[in-house]
């Protein structure tokens, strides 16, 4: 009796307990489902707002598209009407000529005098197109929007699934971008993603532009036969077909690619004081010691500083990859396709012997550490006639590969 009794007693504690385990666990479910439908409607809601972001910024671009072609329309068709309606004054006049009897001397010379008052009038001034750099960086503007929500989007569910971002250690990412947070903040724009440390965004200055310089929004370049009518600038370029960023470097790295559409193109930095009024054997990029560049001259790439040149035996790549190191004082040109990158000249002071055998590393070696001691820009050297760039959409995977570096 005494041990049923003993059995009964250690049933009874045995449901209480589980009676109090169920009561907990019940809470749980409950603070489960409770804490999910919480963040469902959070997420929802944040959702909601995006795509109300979206929609607004979908019409503000479509209404400014719709400005831009009402702008361009107008002066476009008002130059034809001026030009049909010249024309038809030559003709009239050139008719009326024509009709006048060869005895009537005194009607002739009215006539002829007509006609050629009408050919010296004053030609209608070209067509401007003020808004085309603006109308025509819309596709960009959005595609590049698409790039950022694409990978955040990607970045943020492999965060949620513990991969970190890029296929990175996250604790790792987030020490890389401490340090590189502040020195990006105000080149990136609000929308890059911040946990690429090197990504730089280049907008190119029509302020620096060579009036044989084209730009298309601010991402293209093409030079041209006829000169543009750009206003007076004390940066513009008057001696050579060059264009610098708006963007400033002075600490830190920076990355960014370039598509090269046609023609010879050269890709560097150049030293933010620089004259840009110098001659044009000095004030090309690289034949001087404030500027370097990687050169296309249409069969094999050349580096250039200090007006010493390396020629680099690569096959063509359309996409060039610029990647500055501050701390390091180096400067890399990669080749990059297929999100795959090839290094072809990279410029740093070397402590090997090759630089006492080499004028171009032994220049290299002798100055090339000063120009860190400048603010640097972004630059662009257009070298043929129809020769066209393009600032690229960067290789995501290429960023990563830097990174790793």
């Given amino acids: 009796q005494a041990q049923q009794a003993k059995f009964l007693s250690d049933a009874e504690n045995e449901l209480e307990e589980l009676a109090v385990t169920i ?14 439908t919480k963040e469902r409607e ?11 972001v979206l929609a607004t910024f979908q019409k503000e671009v479509m209404g400014f598209i719709e400005d831009g072609e009402r702008s361009m329309l107008g002066e476009a068709e008002a130059d034809l009407r001026w030009k049909e309606e010249r024309r038809a004054k030559l003709a009239q006049c050139k008719q009326n000529l024509e009709n006048v009897p060869s005895t009537d001397t005194i009607y002739f010379l009215q006539e002829f005098q007509a006609l050629k008052v009408a050919m010296e009038e004053n030609l209608s001034p070209g067509l401007s197109f003020q808004n085309e750099l603006n109308f025509t960086k819309c596709t960009q503007a959005v595609g590049a929007v698409k790039d950022v929500l694409s990978t955040a989007c990607k970045n943020q569910w492999n ?4 991969k970190g971002m890029d296929g990175l250690n996250y604790q790792e990412t987030e020490e890389g971008n401490s340090s590189s947070q502040d020195r990006q903040s105000s080149s990136w724009g609000r929308l890059w993603p911040p946990k690429l440390p090197v990504a730089f965004i280049i907008d190119l200055d029509s302020d620096t532009a060579d009036k044989f310089i084209q730009l298309f929004g601010t991402k293209g370049a093409k030079r041209v036969l006829c000169p543009i009518p750009y206003p007076e600038s004390p940066t513009r370029f008057i001696n050579c077909e060059q264009v610098l960023g708006l963007n400033l470097m002075n600490r830190g790295n920076y990355y960014w690619e370039v598509e090269l559409i046609d023609g010879w193109v050269s890709i560097g930095v150049i030293a933010e004081d620089f004259d840009p ?6 004030g090309r990029l690289g034949r001087n010691d404030r500027s370097c560049c990687l050169q296309w001259n249409g069969q094999n790439y050349v580096a250039w500083f200090g007006g010493f040149e390396s020629a680099i035996q690569q096959p063509f790549f359309q996409t060039i990859g610029v990647f500055l190191e501050y701390s390091e004082k180096a400067l890399t ?17 070397s402590s090997s012997a090759k630089g006492k055998f080499d004028p171009f590393q032994n ?17 662009f050297f257009l070298e043929s006639v129809d020769a066209h760039l393009q600032i690229g959409p960067l290789k995501k995977d290429c960023v990563s590969v830097l990174k790793r570096r």
């Fill in 333 to 349: 040109f990669y080749g990059v396709k297929d999100s795959k990158m090839t290094c072809l000249q990279q410029l740093k002071v």
């Fill in 42 to 52: 959070r997420v929802e809601k944040l959702f909601a707002e995006a795509s109300e």
């Fill in 23 to 36: 009561a907990q666990a019940k809470k749980m479910v409950e603070l489960i489902k409770g804490a999910a």
């Fill in 363 to 379: 220049k290299i070696n002798r100055q090339f550490a000063s120009l860190f001691s400048c603010r640097l820009k972004p630059a």
């Fill in 277 to 282: 009024r110098e001659a044009y054997n000095h």
């Fill in 159 to 162: 965060h949620l699934q513990g």
